[in-house]
């Protein structure tokens, strides 16, 4: 064996790669890290959303089945990853709302997968089935409210990084809630016609 790896295979060496392991795992499921991780999530797969029913591109249904697909496998493996690391209540708190948020915007999504290939006949039926399990300002304010208990436990535990995430994440959720009810239904169903014309 090669005696640059003999020597990697000490003891010290070993007791310093567990250390250094453990230290990692560690912060890569910190509460604040939960949450960052939440909110870059929201924000990618909402914006997916934004263009799917924006009537004004042409990007392929098919793109977007295969983007946002991307998008909620990546974000389940660090959800996967986080889960058998928390602890902590907070952690634990974090990680059950990133689920649920997650398994919301999936549903959503195994709707639109659904009729990927199908043609603009079949809009006012996508539409209905998605407005049933699907609505964004719903979810926004469920996440909203399980948001703001995580933040009054935050700040009775003293956790200033943890605290000043959440604050900034309402407001993001807050902004995105309204930016969703100014839209209008009609554009939306038309932006919805207008993918599914685009195969």
């Known amino acids: ?4 790896f003999l020597k990697l295979r000490t003891p010290m060496f070993l007791a310093a790669l567990l250390i250094l392991s453990t230290a990692y795992n ?19 797969i909402e914006q997916q959303f934004v263009g799917f029913f924006d009537r004004r591109n042409d990007v392929s249904y098919q793109s977007y089945v295969n983007s946002m697909g991307s998008i909620l496998n990546t974000y389940q493996t660090q959800l996967n990853v986080a889960t058998r690391s928390a602890t902590d209540t907070l952690q ?14 999936n549903l959503a999504f195994d709707v639109i997968k659904d009729y990927n290939g199908k043609s603009k006949d079949y ?32 700040e009775e535990q003293q956790d200033s990084n943890l605290t000043e995430i959440i604050k900034r994440f309402i407001a993001y959720i807050n902004r995105k809630r309204n930016e969703w009810n100014r839209k209008k239904q009609l554009d939306l169903f038309t932006g919805l016609c207008r993918r599914m014309k685009q195969r």
């Open 123 to 154: 809009a006012t039926d996508l539409a209905s089935k998605f407005k049933r399990v699907f609505d964004f300002d719903r979810t926004f304010n469920n996440v909203k409210s399980k948001l703001q208990s995580l933040l009054t436990k935050a």
């Open 1 to 4: 064996m090669n005696k640059f």
């Open 92 to 105: 634990q708190e974090a990680q059950k709302i990133a689920q649920d948020t997650y398994h919301q915007f």
């Open 26 to 44: 560690t912060r890569a499921v910190t509460s604040t890290t939960i949450i960052k991780n939440l909110g870059a999530f929201i924000h990618k």
